[in-house]
């Protein structure tokens, strides 16, 4: 069995722009682009534990600051259990990870992020 801890090095990159140009949209105030950009994050990373867990808590940390209930409570089981599937690679592939989704149902991945894995020689 393969375990996934760590995202790639070849994908890292294009994970740390989509977590970057988060932050630069929430401190500009557009926070549906902003969170646009967290959801492109968590389908990039969400096969490895770190990424997966970590954005999974950056979700968490958007929910308390716009004071969103659905996303604080949504987030918590996804933060405790997401990291544990993608470790042992069972994730729901293309799910952006937000609570405004079933946590288990899988999505189809857009073409620029499939071109993203394509380029990074992933999946």
Do not use: C
């Not at 926070?31 to 968590?42: D, F, G």
């Not at 293309?94 to 991945?109: D, M, R, T, V, W």
Request: proline share 7%; charged share 20%; hydrophobic share 40%.
């Amino acid at each position: 069995m393969i375990f996934y801890t760590k995202i790639p090095t070849t994908l890292s990159p294009y994970f740390q722009r989509e977590l970057q140009m988060y932050r630069e949209e929430y401190q500009s105030g557009r926070l549906q682009i902003a969170w646009s950009h967290l959801e492109r994050a968590h389908i990039i990373g969400q096969r490895y534990l770190f990424s997966h867990s970590f954005v999974h808590w950056e979700m968490l940390l958007f929910g308390f600051r716009i004071k969103n209930p659905k996303e604080i409570i949504g987030q918590i089981p996804r933060l405790l259990v997401g990291g544990v599937k993608s470790f042992v690679g069972k994730v729901p592939v293309g799910n952006p990870g937000g609570a405004n989704f079933p946590p288990l149902k899988s999505f189809e991945i857009a073409q620029d992020i499939q071109e993203i894995f394509s380029k990074a020689g992933v999946r």
